[in-house]
């Protein structure tokens, strides 16, 4: 018979549940997985002062740490994870940049085997069915109509581990490849769209739940001509995402998407490219050529924002230090919503037996001093 797991208790600190914070709390850890009971005699360790958070999950990134999850390498998709992780995000999503259809699927192929290891915890495609009107840092020659039939290509070309596909809905097909992506369990999230108001509340209504990066990369909010932007907060069954950077949202633009929308319908996701806890430089993003100059991302021609160099600890600590936002709030967006989404809420996004122990640990003033995965530090507080 095996031996039981090995059991540790963090205790003393604030831990932040799904039914609220509990102060002088304890999170016991048995193995991988979180436990409702520990022994007498398991090893304590006292995280007085501190908080614990469940571990951030990110819905939307393209790399990390120098390095692509497009690049046609596993060690370069592993070397992004590792630098997530190192911020707290212990559970990603990769997300591809708009290309060839052939050189998409077979980054799709290699993103999908690193899903089947469990190193990622699946595949967002974003482009090419996308508005050149929005193309944000999106190269304009490879973007195409939404055709359901090439949409069904690249969820086939994942093996079953696309979660969520970005596309223009007004374009011609976009509505029926919503329709298709909803059927397969995949998520359709409107984004790099020139929708009306109208529009997008018919690409809602056949099944679209998701807004990518709200405000970036589509119409902005009028009073005559309100777009896509009104229609997506008014909505209960679309989550909006955030990149709560201070470059790509103002805090009042912030405030209005949380408030109207509320916690439980905000991800904040990082969109971060190569550079993300790399630094300024020069990089790829695609086959477009991008500027990081003093943390900011732009595309050398042209000069529009191409992604960010966010991580989710520096967005967690934004949110509540900044934009004065509840931290049990907060930890809804930022990890048991985009596990919803992502539909990997059974394991992971909220400190519960049973779920894997996959846990931050913040300091008085929120900045991340340690990084559990699995039941094991990635950082040791």
Same mark, same amino acid.
């Given at each position: ?19 609220? *914070?509990?102060?002088?709390? /304890? ?37 990390? @740490? ?16 590792? #630098?997530? /992780? ?23 192929? %290699? %993103? ?21 009107? +929005? ?23 994942? $093996? ?49 739940? &998701?807004?990518?990066? !709200? ?5 902005? %909010?009028? $009073?005559? *001509? ?13 989550? &909006? ?6 470059? $790509? ?10 408030? /109207?929308?509320?916690?439980? +319908? ?40 191409? @992604?960010? *160099?966010? #991580? ?8 509540? *230090?900044?934009?004065?936002?509840? &931290? ?12 919803? %989404? ?6 992971? @996004? ?17 900045? !991340? ?13």
């Amino acid at each position: 018979m095996a031996g039981r797991a090995a059991s540790k208790v963090l205790s003393g600190a604030r831990v932040v549940l799904p039914t609220g *914070t509990v102060q002088n709390g /304890r999170v016991i850890v048995e193995g991988e997985r979180i436990a409702g009971a520990a022994p007498a005699d398991a090893p304590s360790v006292d995280l007085s002062g501190h908080c614990i958070v469940p571990g951030f999950v990110d819905m939307h990134v393209h790399g990390g @740490g120098g390095a692509s999850f497009t690049s046609g390498t596993a060690e370069d998709v592993l070397r992004g994870v590792r #630098t997530h /992780r190192e911020h707290g995000t212990t559970t990603i999503a990769a997300s591809t940049v708009t290309g060839e259809m052939d050189v998409l699927a077979r980054q799709a192929a %290699l %993103l999908s085997e690193l899903v089947q290891q469990g190193d990622l915890a699946g595949i967002h495609f974003e482009g090419p069915f996308i508005s050149p009107c +929005r193309k944000g840092a999106h190269s304009e020659d490879l973007l195409r109509d939404p055709d359901p039939a090439e949409v069904r290509k690249l969820i086939d070309a994942a $093996h079953g581990t696309a979660r969520m596909v970005t596309l223009a809905t007004e374009l011609p097909g976009g509505i029926d490849s919503v329709r298709l992506l909803a059927e397969h369990g995949v998520i359709a999230a409107i984004g790099h769209t020139d929708a009306t108001y109208e529009q997008t509340v018919e690409a809602i209504e056949a099944g679209a739940t &998701v807004a990518t990066h !709200l405000y970036n990369a589509m119409p902005a %909010l009028g $009073h005559r *001509t309100p777009g896509p932007i009104a229609a997506l907060l008014e909505d209960e069954r679309i989550t &909006v995402e955030l990149i709560n950077d201070g470059t $790509h949202l103002h805090p009042a633009a912030l405030e209005l998407a949380y408030h /109207r929308a509320g916690a439980d +319908r905000v991800a904040f996701i990082t969109d971060a490219m190569d550079a993300a806890g790399f630094g300024d430089g020069m990089y790829d993003l695609g086959p477009l050529a991008v500027e990081v100059r003093d943390g900011v991302a732009r595309l050398v021609d042209g000069g529009s924002i191409a @992604g960010s *160099t966010l #991580t989710l600890d520096t967005a967690f600590k934004r949110a509540v *230090t900044i934009d004065r936002l509840p &931290v049990e709030d907060v930890v809804r967006s930022v990890s048991a919503n985009p596990a919803r %989404l992502l539909g990997v809420d059974d394991r992971v @996004g909220s400190l519960e037996p049973g779920k894997d122990a996959d846990l931050v640990v913040l300091d008085a003033d929120f900045t !991340l001093k340690g990084v559990m995965r699995k039941g094991a530090w990635v950082i040791e507080p």
